[in-house]
């Protein structure tokens, strides 16, 4: 079997703060930028790896969603605690520099961890945790 990971979905709440994030700070390539009724669904991924996307989503508009779910979807991302991803670079380092400088929202600084990965972890403007480790 043959399987591999074309996209990941994340929740946005504000598209221009999103781009910002994973294009102007993250370095992303722009693949799609989708607009209907009024919202923006955001393709993004890393240069030289067409296969592999982020899709960044307008929370809770799935069909099938009620509006309890919808309420504890908004809150949760208001805590960080929705969604998240796993990223790897070569340059850890030079990478937390870069979002600290930028004033990201930092988590966690780079550390070696017990389980044998060193990585670092920031916020997006939704709130999501993205994890970024040492390739």
Known sequence: MDISINASFLPQDDPEAALGFYRDLLGFE???????GGLRWLTVG????PGTSIVLT?????????????RVITEMMAKGTYAGI??????????????????????????????????CAVRDPAGNLIRIQQA
């Not at 722009?30 to 209907?36: C, E, L, S």
């Not at 990478?95 to 780079?110: G, H, K, M, S």
Request: net charge negative.
């Open 30 to 36: 722009v693949r799609n930028d989708v607009g209907y």
């Open 58 to 70: 307008p929370p809770a508009v799935d069909p099938g969603i009620t509006d309890d779910e919808r």
């Open 46 to 49: 890393p240069p030289g790896q």
């Open 86 to 119: 796993l990223l790897a670079t070569k340059d850890l380092a030079g990478t937390f520099d870069r979002l600290q400088a930028a004033d990201a929202d930092i988590v966690q600084e780079p550390t070696d961890q017990p389980y044998g990965v060193r990585d």
